[in-house]
């Protein structure tokens, strides 16, 4: 992938300021919600049942984030999730948790099931257990995975007919032809809870505005990894690392993202 991609779709976002509506994690719902802003685009945050599909259908991609979730939360993603794919705009849903109970991985599969998902974005055990591989999950952390990371992410993009964003110090992006590698990040990002949370929201801004989903994704997670690396250089711990990670998001400029994009095409 060119290193300017990321720029240029992040250049669409901020041009375009499309809406991204979220039905996501109540622990994180405020942070997903700044991060969005932060990197140019809108965010709404709309669960109730009676409203989701509405919503959807001003919106120019849907979040799904089922770190939270309920039986009637799952209720309003999967109507929310018919709207968009009706409508024609992104669907992201991060698997937060997958593995670890049955209500998770039922509720996870479920929607993978009645919705057409354009991008799974988790873990490793996460999209482990997703693709039926060997992995353990504990509470929302992948404790591991047996298998080749790559061919499990791609087997299960090729099941689901989606993008497969496996987050991790490598973060691997394929639709099951093309794979991404980005080495973006840093350590201090996993001090802080929510970067999960807000790389989705990330994802979903620029999948709104780039259709070549897997380049969106590799894009979207390049960029909030650099705002991760800039931010820890001037972070004394996780708090100040948390409203540096903000504004250097806010920053990101061409030269920035230009010279310390660590994409490759595997």
Not at 85 to 91: D, Q
Not at 250 to 255: G, R
């Amino acid at each position: 992938m060119q290193v300017t991609d990321a720029h240029k779709i992040l250049t669409e976002i901020k041009t375009k300021k499309p809406l991204i509506h979220h039905i996501t994690n109540w622990v994180t719902i405020y942070d997903c919600a700044n991060i969005t802003r932060a990197f140019g685009a809108l965010p709404v945050m709309a669960h109730a049942i009676e409203e989701v599909e509405e919503m959807t259908g001003i919106a120019s991609a849907l979040v799904l984030n089922i770190g939270t979730l309920t039986p009637e939360v799952v209720d309003s993603m999967i109507v929310a999730g018919k709207a968009a794919n009706k409508k024609g705009i992104p669907v992201v849903l991060d698997a937060v948790g997958v593995g670890a109970t049955k209500l998770r991985t039922d509720s996870a599969l479920r929607i993978i099931n009645e919705v057409h998902v354009d991008v799974i974005k988790g873990n490793s055990a996460e999209v482990g257990v997703l693709a039926g591989a060997e992995a353990e999950v504990r509470g929302v952390e992948a404790m591991s995975l047996r298998g080749n990371p790559v061919e499990i992410a791609k087997s299960l993009a090729k099941k689901t007919k989606s993008v497969v964003a496996m987050t991790g110090k490598k973060d691997i992006i394929t639709d099951g032809k093309k794979t991404y590698l980005c080495d973006n990040g840093d350590a201090m990002m996993g001090s802080i809870v929510g970067t999960g949370c807000m790389a989705a929201s990330v994802i979903g801004a620029f999948c709104a505005v780039e259709k070549d989903y897997a380049k969106a994704a590799a894009s979207a997670l390049a960029c909030f990894g650099i705002a991760g690396e800039l931010a820890a250089k001037k972070a004394k711990g996780p708090g100040t690392f948390k409203e540096q990670f903000y504004d250097e998001a806010y920053s990101l400029d061409e030269k920035k993202i230009t010279s310390m994009t660590k994409v490759s095409e595997a």
